[in-house]
């Protein structure tokens, strides 16, 4: 039986290049979007919508459906929003069975990018055995997009691909044919043993140090915190229950 393959999509600037029409697409912001909307799920929530811009956001604020609206830009939450970007803040919040509508720097902007054409799915550390057992399971092909940082490349989540990517090579199912997949695995097994360590120069972990909050980066290299995979319905993140 003929492998299935896996690409890793390094920055959304190259997203072009690697659409196909056919492939999961893996949606990952590590620092920290994708962590946040995997523990928003395991804490209970039972559906979020991922927006490219404030405006779509606040466009919900009025809606009896009682939104929580969360807000990122450049790091930092964004004022009149009542959530920011943190995922700690879903550890000890009541938001079992309540929405949120999320917009962030580039995670969300990616969903909304990769939505167009592929199925879209969403991984961090936090789900990373969870995801790729699933995708293992759909006997598809998959694009690992990185959403970076504003069109740039970034460590954490080429590091997390890598470790998907790992996985997804072991189970013996997939053909490792990509470049950008096999350097991702190179960057996981330099990093593995210390996360946190390894990016201790990387710009994110030094934009979120400046606004200490350091603890989410600890939080968000946390491996197998939950077992929800965040898939999207149409334009809504809801709880894939295969």
Not at 79 to 101: A, C, H, I, T
Not at 126 to 134: Q, V, Y
Not at 204 to 222: A, E, Q, Y
């Amino acid at each position: 039986m003929a492998k299935r393959n896996i690409q890793v999509c390094m920055t959304p600037e190259l997203f072009s290049l690697y659409s196909d029409n056919k492939s999961i697409v893996v949606v990952i912001d590590v620092l920290r979007a994708t962590s946040s909307m995997c523990i928003a799920f395991e804490k209970g929530v039972e559906k979020l919508i991922p927006v490219s811009t404030v405006e779509e956001a606040l466009e919900y604020r009025n809606d009896d459906r009682n939104y929580i609206l969360a807000a990122e830009r450049n790091g930092k939450p964004v004022n009149s929003f009542d959530f920011g970007n943190s995922p700690q803040v879903y550890l000890d919040m009541d938001v079992k069975g309540r929405s949120v509508v999320m917009t962030t720097t580039n995670g969300t902007k990616c969903i909304n990018i990769a939505k167009k054409d592929h199925d879209v799915v969403v991984g961090s550390f936090l789900n990373l055995d969870a995801i790729a057992n699933w995708l293992i399971k759909q006997d598809r092909d998959v694009i690992l997009f990185c959403a970076g940082w504003k069109g740039l490349f970034n460590l954490e989540d080429t590091l997390f691909a890598g470790a998907l990517v790992d996985l997804l090579i072991t189970s013996n199912l997939y053909d490792n044919s990509c470049d950008a997949a096999q350097a991702s695995v190179v960057i996981w097994n330099s990093a593995k043993s210390d996360l946190f360590s390894f990016l201790k120069n990387s710009s994110h972990r030094k934009r979120l140090s400046k606004l200490n909050i350091d603890s989410d980066v600890h939080f968000c290299l946390k491996l197998n915190q939950t077992d929800k995979i965040p898939i999207l319905k149409g334009d809504v993140l809801v709880v894939d229950n295969e």
